[in-house]
Structures are given as structure tokens and as C-alpha cells.
């Protein structure tokens, strides 16, 4: 946790007081914008960009709260606004709702390590990715996630559904593959 | 919360990722270039102020005058009204209050049609006949006094004139000869030269009557008191490494275990030399304000803008050329300098100045060694505030212009962290202009 004064120093824009706080938050931040991307790249402008706004909004940030928490809604919402502003991540955002199956809410076992998990989430398509970050890894709402998206809140929840559907039918997929090279090993 | 949702979240809360060192520079080049942007926005401030003073005060030139109070007495030959007017003038406001003795409304109006405004300063003169006496209650000690009538005495400029201060020498030698009837040897030409004569354009001039006048040097000398000077200028900075003369300027390497890549931050390091900063450029303008203490001595203040320009070069272990850094930056400074003046030769004077002055560096973009030996091109690294102490000799023109040299030595270091001490040490060549002047050309 940083202490005031090195938030201070960040808002008298002192730079070894910025650089301290980029780098007790820059790891944690770009796990964050990785999730939401599709290359390591765009992962880091956004947290370029992102820490551009930590460090010109940080007077506004009020000590009641966690400074964490709020570096990653700023990471989030910018991550979000990045994903609909360039055109490669435009188009798979607005996936089409009617050409949805019917979904089912298991609840399989998550049998991964972390890196595997998120190259899973960053496998779904773009809209789909997004719609999982914020609901289950961020806890978004589906309304607070249709208002950050600007979309209808039946249609975040239907994506959500898929989403997670695809997901889980992954996750299965690799755990089958898991036992059957268990079992191979085991002849 | 579903079961799913809640290992997904615990599975990634600590899923990080390290990224690459070019993102920090990417964040600390946005930050440096929003920090020019908003100097440059805030840069806009001391300019209008400058620019409003400069034009408050020559707006205002015009309404300095010398007559603050004047008070008036006599008859109205037609009305046989007696009257004492009082008529106070600063900077142009007149207030007026006439007490009228066996006066009627009728005899008011008519009364007030038989004088005669002089100028803008609402100054009363009486008519045929009447007395007048007109006593300046200001700290000079002049006095007009209006005797019998002597036509004969009465030149053209005559008592419709009034003495206000400018520059114009030519007229103020014809007033002051019409009005004391005097040559206007019997003042010094240096003297009288700040004072001259507004022509009373509206009204016509009473010739029927005279005004003599005692014109004292003290009194003259008042009217200089107060100057306002445009300043500009040029010349070239040093950075030296003591206070003294004998500073080396050129060729300074710092410690060989220096290790700097500017503006870099702390990563992707090369080992390189920085050189002290080589002979720059800088420039000035601003404006002064000067009050005599007395004949020789005076007081000089202002407000100044100074921007300063020089090099630094870059080399690697081995001496050799890599590149050249050129650093910037831009003070506010406040001078304070003591002022002597003596005559020199005909129609000039000699300016001594001496004196301290405070600088503030608003923005800068300077080279600056850091406490670990880096260097870096960062604000904070550098002092805000820079004393320094000034010494000048100027010519002063019969025009009022002064043309001078000015010797500025920096007594804060300019880098707030390090070892090594460098102060900026500076050589301009400066022009002033009175504000009068100005005004006068303007017209």
C-alpha cells in the first residue's frame, strides 16, 4: 500500500515518486490488461495509456478507499474503451445475440494453472471476453457491465451464458485430455 | 456469486504479468509533454499581465498631473458675484466646489459661463478684471500668481497653458519662457526637460491677463521621480562551478563511474560522460520601475522574463562524441538594484546599478545530475528559486533611452542534487525605453 506522501509526490509530479508507484503497481495492472487483449502489445498500450490517467486523475482519488482497486477500474474501463475503439476488436464485440445456442450452468472443476486459464479466457472471441472479465473475474453486475458497454443488459447476460458455456466446455475438454494422457501414461 | 465465478476470480487474483521497461517511457514522455503543454497554457499569464501593465500605463501617461490642487478667487465683473472655487486634479478626476457669496441661481449660471476651462483638469480662470490666486498645495513649492493686467506682456502660448508632465523639451522651454518671462537658460536644459506644456485646444486663451510663475529645480526634480522602463535584451549564459571569476566552464567531466542515458529513467543504461554545459544564448524582457531617492541616487525594481539556452555534450567512456543535449528554461525574476547616476558628456548621463535579484524557474528542460550520479533531464531535480547578484553600467540618452551591459552571477546552484555545484553566470546587452516615450510615439 502506498503511503499519502508518495501519492503527494505522484501529484507534484515528481518523477521518482511516480516511477515508485509504477512499479509497485505496473505487474499486477498488466495481468489485468492481458485478460482483456488479444496480444502482449495491445496489452501494453493500454497500460500505458491507463497509468497516463492514474497519474493525471490521482488527485481525485480519495484515501478512503484502496488505491489498488481504483488503479484497476481505471485499467478496466480503459482496457474496455481501447477494445472499442480499434477496429481489429470492433467488430468481434458486437457478436450477433440471436445466433446464440442454448447454454447450460455447470460448474466444472478449474483443474489449470493460472496462465493456462487466462490463455483459455483470451481464446474466446472478443466480445464474449470482455463480458467474462467484468462479470467473473472484476464482479461487475450485468447491469454495471451493459452500462460500460453500452449494450442492452438481456444481451450481456445471454453473452455471459455463451461465454462461460464455451468456457466450461474447454475447461472440460482439457481435463478429459489431462486423464486420457493420465490413463496412456499409466498402460 | 456462483461456485465457478468464485474459483475463476481466486485462480486469477494474482495473475500477474511483467511488462516491458519502454511502457514507463512511454507514460513518463506523455507526462513530460503534458507538463510542457500546461506551462505553455500557464505561460500565458505573467505575458497578459506584462502586456495589461504596459498598456494600463500607457493609457494612463497622459494623466499624470502636476496641478493636484488649485484654488481660485475673484469677482464676476458682470454679476458682481464674488466666488472662491477650489478644484482638485488627481490623475485626471477633477472635483470642483464653488461657494458663491450674494449669489442667486441666475447669477450661478452665468457665472459659471464667464469662466474658462483649461483643458481636461477643469482649472478656472477668472474674467476681466478679477483677482486671481492660484496656490499648488502639492509638496513643490511653485507658485502662479495672476498680477494686473499687462497685455503687453502676454505671449501666444499665455495663460491658457498649463504645465503637465511629458517630454516634450521644445515646448516646455517656450512655456516656461512665456510664463515666467524669463530665458529659459536660467534652468538647466536637463532639468527642464521632463516638463512641458498641454496647449489648450478647446478654449480660447485669455489675453488679458498674465501668469508668473516660479519654477524651482526642487520641483522638477519631483517630476522625474517616477519612470517606468520597457527592458529587452540579450547576451550569452555560462555554467560555471563556483561563484567566482575563476570558475572552469569547458571540458568538465564529471566522475568517470557517472552512468547517464537522459531521459531514460533508471533503465536500458549506456555508461556515458555528460559534459558540463557549453556557452549559451539567453534572453530578456521585461519591465522596470525606477524612483529617485535623490539627484544621483535611485532605486530600481521589475519584473523580468528571462529565457536561457545552452549545451551539453554527451560522450562515451572513451571521449568520443555521441550527442548534444540542449537544455532550456524560463525564469520570472524580480530585481531590486540600487542606481547611481552622474552626468558624462553633453546630454547623456551615466548609469550605475547594482543589486540583487530572484528568479523563478517556471519551466525548464535542463540536464540535471541526480544523488545516485544520473543524469536526467527532470524539473524537480533543479532549484525553483535562483538567487543571484547583478551589476550594470548603462547610458542614459537626453531622450531618457538607456543602452547597458549587465553582469548576472548566479548564487544558487541551478541543480538541486549531486555533488557538484553549477551556477549560471550571465553577460546581456540591454536596452530600456521609457514608457513616456512610448506613449509620445504612440501619439
Known amino acids: 500500500m502506498p503511503t499519502r506522501e508518495l501519492i503527494k509526490d505522484c501529484i507534484k509530479n515528481k518523477k521518482d515518486a511516480q516511477f515508485a508507484l509504477y512499479n509497485l503497481y505496473a505487474s499486477s495492472m498488466m495481468g489485468v490488461c492481458y485478460r482483456y487483449t488479444k496480444s502482449i502489445e495491445d ?47 470492433k467488430k468481434e464485440m458486437q457478436v450477433d445475440d440471436i445466433k446464440l445456442h442454448p447454454v447450460s450452468n ?18 474466446l472471441p472478443s466480445g464474449y471476453q470482455t463480458i467474462f472479465n467484468l462479470v467473473a473475474v472484476e464482479g461487475y453486475d450485468h447491469i454495471e457491465t451493459a452500462g460500460l458497454l453500452e449494450m442492452n443488459v438481456n444481451t450481456v447476460r445471454s453473452q455471459y451464458s455463451r461465454a462461460r458455456a464455451i468456457l466450461t466446455t474447454q475447461l472440460r475438454l482439457h481435463f478429459s485430455t489431462q486423464q486420457k494422457q493420465a490413463y496412456s501414461g499409466k498402460i | ?33 503534458r507538463r510542457k503543454k500546461r506551462f505553455a497554457f500557464w505561460l500565458w499569464l505573467p505575458i497578459a499581465f506584462i502586456c495589461m501593465a504596459t498598456t494600463w500605463l500607457l493609457l494612463s501617461n497622459d494623466k499624470m498631473y502636476r496641478i493636484t490642487v488649485v484654488t481660485a478667487t475673484g469677482t464676476n465683473a458682470k454679476t458682481k458675484t464674488s466666488y472662491t472655487t477650489k478644484t482638485s486634479e488627481e490623475n485626471g478626476a477633477a472635483t470642483e466646489a464653488n461657494t458663491l457669496t450674494n449669489s442667486n441661481h441666475t447669477s450661478t449660471v452665468t457665472n459659471t459661463k464667464s469662466r474658462q476651462q483649461i483643458n481636461k483638469g477643469s482649472m478656472l480662470l477668472p474674467t476681466k478684471n478679477s483677482k486671481l490666486q492660484i496656490a499648488f498645495t502639492s509638496p513643490n513649492t511653485s507658485t502662479y500668481q495672476q498680477n494686473k493686467i499687462t497685455p503687453k506682456n502676454v505671449k501666444e502660448a499665455g495663460t491658457s497653458e498649463i504645465l503637465t508632465r511629458t517630454n516634450d523639451t521644445a515646448k516646455h522651454k517656450t512655456a516656461i519662457a512665456t510664463i515666467t518671462g524669463k530665458t529659459v537658460d536660467t534652468l538647466p536644459i536637463k532639468d527642464s526637460s521632463i516638463l512641458t506644456v498641454q496647449e489648450n485646444k478647446k478654449n480660447t486663451p485669455i489675453k488679458d491677463s498674465t501668469i508668473t510663475t516660479t519654477v524651482t529645480k526642487k520641483q522638477i526634480e519631483k517630476s522625474r521621480k517616477h519612470q517606468w522602463y520597457i527592458i529587452g535584451g540579450s547576451g550569452i549564459s555560462l555554467v ?34 555528460v559534459q558540463q554545459p557549453n556557452t549559451g544564448l539567453s534572453f530578456m524582457a521585461g519591465i522596470h520601475y525606477e524612483t529617485a531617492l535623490n539627484k544621483h541616487w535611485g532605486i530600481v525594481t521589475g519584473l523580468r522574463y528571462r529565457y536561457i539556452q545552452n549545451r551539453q555534450t554527451v560522450t562515451d567512456s572513451a ?13 520570472l525574476q524580480l530585481p531590486l538594484y540600487m542606481q547611481y547616476t552622474f552626468n558624462a558628456f553633453t546630454g547623456t548621463r551615466l548609469q ?15 540536464l540535471a545530475v541526480q544523488s545516485t550520479g544520473d543524469y536526467q533531464y527532470d524539473k524537480n531535480l533543479n532549484n525553483a528559486a535562483i538567487l543571484g547578484i547583478n551589476a550594470g553600467v548603462s547610458i542614459l540618452s537626453n531622450k531618457g533611452v538607456k543602452f547597458g551591459v549587465l553582469l548576472e552571477q548566479g548564487l544558487t546552484s541551478i541543480h538541486k542534487k549531486g555533488n557538484d555545484s553549477h551556477y549560471l553566470q550571465q553577460y546581456s546587452f540591454q536596452v530600456g525605453i521609457p514608457l513616456g516615450l512610448l506613449s509620445k510615439t504612440k501619439n
Open chain 1, 43 to 89: 496489452a501494453e498500450d493500454v497500460l500505458q495509456e491507463g497509468f497516463i490517467k492514474v497519474f493525471t486523475k490521482l488527485h481525485q482519488f480519495k484515501h478512503d478507499g484502496d488505491l489498488g482497486a481504483w488503479i484497476r477500474r481505471i485499467m478496466v474501463n480503459t482496457a474496455v474503451n481501447y477494445l472499442q475503439k480499434h477496429n481489429r476488436y
Open chain 1, 106 to 123: 455447470d460448474s466444472p472443476e478449474i483443474d489449470l494453472d493460472t496462465k493456462e486459464l487466462v490463455e483459455l479466457i483470451r481464446q
Open chain 2, 1 to 33: 456469486m456462483e461456485k465457478f465465478e468464485q474459483d475463476i476470480e481466486q485462480k486469477l487474483a494474482g495473475f500477474n504479468v511483467e511488462p516491458s521497461p519502454q511502457v514507463w517511457q512511454g507514460v513518463e514522455a506523455a507526462l513530460h509533454q
Open chain 2, 240 to 273: 560555471k562551478n563556483s561563484t567566482l571569476f575563476t570558475g572552469t566552464t569547458t571540458s568538465y567531466t564529471f566522475n568517470s563511474s557517472v552512468s547517464a542515458s537522459p531521459g531514460v529513467g533508471s533503465s536500458s543504461r549506456n555508461v556515458l560522460h
Open chain 2, 319 to 331: 571521449n568520443r562524441f555521441i550527442k548534444t543535449e540542449t537544455n532550456h528554461a524560463h525564469w
Open chain 2, 352 to 366: 550605475l546599478q547594482a543589486g540583487p535579484s530572484i528568479a523563478w524557474a517556471f519551466s525548464e528542460n535542463w
